[in-house]
């Protein structure tokens, strides 16, 4: 379902970005935050972002001066998406096999 | 921005013309009369799709070479009203011993011959993030469950 496999796993090989990325996943947060907590150069997070959202795995919003990280849902939500397919199909199936002639 | 982000349920519903008692045999054991028989995650074609009958059962299909593929397991079994399976297929289509998602399904009756059936598949942020793992800081490693998963897996290999 992640369509970006292999980009996104050379984005995790560097360990620094390994624990941006979960730091983000953790909750979602702002370049200067991360920059804090993990003893690292605001522009070096900033770096690392980059190639984490250039793989798929972060996306970023403005609010107000900061700009907020967080996970890439889209892999969730395609999963969402097979299941709500699925359980439609298969709920209309189920409905014509209990409005079949009644068994005993 | 403290606000956790969750996935809302899928939720469906049918009327059936049946009773509740004939839909839940149908449903529990009659299962392969209606599960899409293209959808099922094992190397040879689906040959039954079967949820067994009682809370703790699996949830699981046979193939034609022979082989089996869970889905998950059975957790409430109350006939004919509601039943709770528990999926643990995961978004890169493995069975996940450690996903938890929820499929209610409740049987309700509308007059003797006529069963509303409504189905929930909840907890869907877990294919995300095992969001008990993370808050716990059980694992400083886990928490994109499906993602860090293959990605071990393909580190390691």
């Not at chain 1, 690392?48 to 798929?56: I, N, S, T």
């Amino acid at each position: 379902m992640i369509t970006n496999h292999a980009k996104a796993f050379s984005a995790l090989a560097d360990p620094t970005r390994r624990l941006v990325f979960e730091r983000v996943a953790r909750r979602a947060t702002s370049v200067q935050k991360l920059a804090d907590g993990l003893d690292v150069t605001r522009p070096a997070v900033s770096q690392h972002l980059k190639v984490l959202k250039d793989a798929g795995l972060v996306i970023d919003r403005q609010e107000g001066t900061r700009r907020i990280y967080r996970i890439d849902p889209r892999g969730v939500e395609a999963m969402r998406t097979y299941l709500d397919r699925f359980w439609d199909r298969s709920l209309a199936a189920f409905k014509a096999a209990a409005e079949e002639e009644p068994r005993p | 921005m403290t606000a956790v982000q969750t996935i809302p349920p899928v939720r469906k519903q049918v009327v059936v013309d049946a009773s509740a008692e004939h839909c839940w045999r149908v449903f529990t054991e009659e299962t392969t009369r209606w599960w899409p028989a293209e959808h099922h995650i094992g190397k040879s074609p689906l040959k039954r799709a079967i949820i067994e009958n009682a809370a703790g059962g699996r949830w699981y299909a046979t193939h034609e070479d022979g082989s089996e593929t869970t889905t998950g397991t059975v957790r409430v079994w109350d006939p004919p009203k509601r039943l709770v399976l528990v999926w643990q297929i995961n978004a890169d289509w493995q069975f996940d011993p450690q996903l938890d998602t929820e499929v209610e399904i409740t049987f309700t009756p509308d007059g003797a011959s006529r069963t509303v059936v409504v189905l929930e598949h909840r907890d869907l942020d877990k294919f995300g993030t095992r969001a008990s793992d993370l808050r716990a800081g059980i694992d400083a490693e886990g928490g994109w469950g499906m993602f860090m998963a293959s990605f071990r897996k393909a580190a390691e290999g």
